[in-house]
């Protein structure tokens, strides 16, 4: 797991290496976000609930997504959304993530990048703790 520095440094890598994701691309990213979040290819629900995702084409996050969760799974929540971005969700070739967590959200930041010089999709779960 980066630092939120480490993690800055790696962004700025990759989107001086590549182009953003668009159109298509970034659609499909945004489907598959609410499938794996929202636990439809999963056998079990995700320790989440009042899951929203959305695609935002010109911002610092690509897919931003909220949830909901109990205050005392915010261990089981931070490590369901790297498995799930590890496992499902990130590119093949380069992908860097963080969680920070505090007594009431996980923050969960991610980029990924398809290919050498190829587009990339960042990404932001914000759950907030009930």
Wanted: charge should be negative.
């Amino acid at each position: 797991m980066l630092s939120a520095d480490e993690f800055a440094a790696v962004c700025d890598a990759i989107r001086s290496a590549g182009r953003p994701s668009s159109g298509d691309n970034l659609l499909g990213m945004e489907m598959d976000f609410f499938a794996f979040l929202d636990g439809a290819v999963s056998e079990s629900r995700p320790p989440w609930h009042d899951l929203a995702v959305h695609r935002v084409e010109d911002g610092d996050w690509h897919i931003e997504a909220t949830t909901k969760g109990d205050a005392t799974a915010s261990a089981e929540i931070a490590a369901s959304l790297v498995e799930i971005w590890e496992d499902h969700l990130r590119y093949g070739y380069l992908e860097a993530h963080t969680v920070a967590t505090s007594p009431d959200r996980v923050v969960f930041k991610a980029i990924t990048q398809s290919g050498p010089g190829q587009l990339w999709v960042t990404a932001r779960v914000v759950g907030t703790l009930e």
